[in-house]
């Protein structure tokens, strides 16, 4: 199995930059992607932030592109946000989330989420 432990977040003012890591354990060699999402309020659905494949592939949700960037190392296992340019409307609960596919007989398809952060900006 996976698990991940996300670190990081916080309160910052607007136009302030954040950070966020995310490093998953156990059965790593089944991740095929790891990312971000947020959940702007309670009830909606979390929304893609930023995703990057094992092949290297980035994706990132509408609202922050060009502000924010995800990185990985992966051979820690471990992948960043770095959050730039911070606006009111990102304050949200970020949820890392490491994808897991049957890529091998061990392999079991899996979405593995972290227990949250909160980030706040302030105007």
């Known amino acids: 199995q996976v698990q991940v432990v996300q670190s990081g977040g916080g309160l910052v003012q607007a136009g302030g930059s954040l950070s966020l890591s995310c490093k998953a354990s156990g059965t790593t060699f089944c991740i095929t992607a790891m990312g971000w999402y947020r959940r702007l309020a309670p009830g909606k659905e979390r929304e893609l932030v930023a995703?990057?494949?094992?092949?290297?592939?980035?994706s990132y949700g509408d609202s922050v592109k060009g502000r924010f960037t995800i990185g990985r190392d992966a051979a820690a296992n471990t992948v960043y946000l770095q959050m730039n340019s911070l606006r009111p409307e990102d304050a949200a609960v970020y949820y890392c989330?490491?994808?897991?596919?049957?890529?091998?007989?061990?392999?079991?398809?899996?979405?593995?989420w972290g227990q949250g952060t909160q980030v706040t900006v302030s105007t």
């Open positions: 995703r990057i494949t094992t092949d290297g592939r980035i």
């Open positions: 989330n490491a994808g897991v596919g049957a890529i091998q007989p061990m392999c079991i398809r899996d979405d593995v």
